[in-house]
């Protein structure tokens, strides 16, 4: 099990950008592919982005293609979601996950493909 703790929410007018942080402790994060997930209030927590063990292979949902990238730097045992133009639906509760695979063409987009999550961070967007 690994621990994730998310930081770098906050509010900010649209078109602006924010950088997510996930710090992973507990065990070696470049055992476990990463992800983003958002939930905004009465919806489902839905897929952002998603990379592997080493980042070099990253995913994403159609909604942020293009505006978000996700990365991570193993030495750190940090995953990171830098957000540009963004929108006010990009409003939501930012959560990072983890799962323990290497390997290299995972792909995965749904909550229950994760084992271990992190307690979120608000990120809101005014218009």
């Known amino acids: 099990q690994v621990q994730l703790v998310e930081s770098g929410g906050g509010l900010v007018q649209a078109g602006g950008s924010l950088r997510l942080s996930c710090a992973a402790s507990g065990r070696t994060f470049s055992s476990y592919a990463g992800g983003w997930f958002r939930q905004a209030p009465g919806k489902e927590r839905e897929f952002v982005a998603g990379?592997?063990?080493?980042?070099?292979?990253?995913y994403y949902a159609d909604s942020v293609k293009g505006r978000f990238t996700i990365s991570r730097d193993n030495a750190k045992n940090t995953l990171y979601l830098q957000m540009n133009s963004l929108k006010p639906e990009d409003t939501a509760v930012y959560y990072c996950a983890a799962h323990p695979t290497q390997n290299y063409r995972v792909r995965l987009t749904t909550t229950r493909e994760y084992a271990d999550w992190g307690q979120g961070t608000q990120v809101t967007v005014s218009s």
């Open positions: 990379n592997n063990w080493s980042g070099g292979n990253t």
